[in-house]
C-alpha cells in the first residue's frame, strides 16, 4: 500500500499565478477530500468527493479554488489567480467508507508558498 | 452541529513524564472518536479510535476511552518519548451527521529529553 500521494511537496510561485496540487488516493478508496492547514485556522476541508463526483465543496474560500476528479485515481486542487493569503499545508485524504468509522489516510501535504 | 474541543497547546513535558491531552465533544448522534497524531513534514495518522461507549482505543503506548457521560475522550501516555513530539488531533464522525469526520484544533507535544 503506497498510501496517498500528494505533489509536488513544496510549490512557491509568484501572486497571479496558476497552482496545481495532484492526489492519488489509496487505490479502492471510495471518498477524498482537500484540506487546508494554517496555524490561523488549523485543518479546513476544502471540498470532498464520492465515487469521482463533489459532494460539498462549501469550505472552497472562493471562486479562485477549484477541484476535480477526473477519475478514482486522481485529483487536482487549481488556485488561479494565487494570492500571498492562500499560503498554507494543503491535504488530500482519501478513506473506504464502509461504515462511519472508516479513517481518513492522509498524503504528506503541499506545503504552498504565494509571494 | 457537530464539533470537539481540544486543550490548547504547547504542552511541554520531560521525557518519562505522564501525558493527558484533553478532548471533549458534542454530536448530534452516537459518534466515533479518533486521535490522529502529525508529525513535523507529515500528514495526519491514525493513532487510535473507539467506536462505542466504554471502549477502550489505544496504540504505541496511547490510550483513550470513550467516555459517553462526560463526553470526552481523552489521551493518555504513561511515559512520553522525545519522539512523540507532535501535534494531536482529536476527531468525530457521526452515523447520525454526514459521516465527515469534524476535527479538534489539535494539541501541540514537546517532549524534552
Known amino acids: 500500500d503506497a498510501g496517498v500521494i500528494q505533489s509536488p511537496r513544496h510549490e512557491v510561485t509568484e501572486m497571479g499565478q496558476e497552482v496545481t496540487l495532484r492526489c492519488k488516493p489509496i487505490?479502492?478508496?471510495?471518498?477524498l477530500f482537500w484540506y487546508r492547514q494554517t496555524m490561523m485556522r488549523g485543518l479546513e476541508l476544502l471540498i470532498y468527493?464520492?465515487?469521482?463526483?463533489?459532494?460539498?465543496d462549501s469550505g472552497m474560500p472562493e471562486d479562485r479554488f477549484s477541484a476535480k476528479m477526473p477519475n478514482a485515481s486522481f485529483s487536482t486542487l487549481k488556485i488561479q489567480p494565487s494570492e500571498p493569503r492562500d499560503s498554507a499545508v494543503y491535504f488530500c485524504?482519501?478513506?473506504?467508507?464502509?461504515?462511519?468509522?472508516?479513517?481518513?489516510?492522509f498524503g504528506n501535504g503541499t506545503r504552498l508558498t504565494v509571494t | 452541529g457537530d464539533s470537539v474541543t481540544q486543550m490548547e497547546g504547547p504542552v511541554t513535558l520531560s521525557e518519562e513524564a505522564f501525558l493527558t491531552i484533553n478532548c471533549t465533544y458534542t454530536?448530534?448522534?452516537?459518534?466515533?472518536l479518533f486521535w490522529y497524531v502529525q508529525y513535523p513534514g507529515e500528514g495526519l495518522q491514525l493513532l487510535l479510535k473507539?467506536?462505542?461507549?466504554?471502549d477502550k482505543g489505544s496504540n504505541k503506548g496511547f490510550e483513550a476511552t470513550y467516555r459517553k457521560e462526560t463526553t470526552s475522550f481523552h489521551l493518555e501516555k504513561g511515559s512520553v518519548q522525545v519522539s512523540d513530539s507532535a501535534v494531536y488531533f482529536c476527531?468525530?464522525?457521526?452515523?447520525?451527521?454526514?459521516?465527515?469526520?469534524?476535527f479538534g484544533r489539535g494539541t501541540s507535544l514537546i517532549v524534552h529529553p
Open positions: 485524504a482519501s478513506s473506504l467508507r464502509s461504515s462511519y468509522n472508516s479513517p481518513l489516510h
Open positions: 487505490s479502492g478508496h471510495d471518498y
Open positions: 468527493f464520492n465515487n469521482n463526483v463533489p459532494i460539498d
Open positions: 454530536a448530534t448522534g452516537y459518534p466515533s
Open positions: 473507539a467506536t462505542k461507549a466504554d
Open positions: 476527531a468525530l464522525s457521526d452515523a447520525g451527521g454526514s459521516y465527515i469526520p469534524t
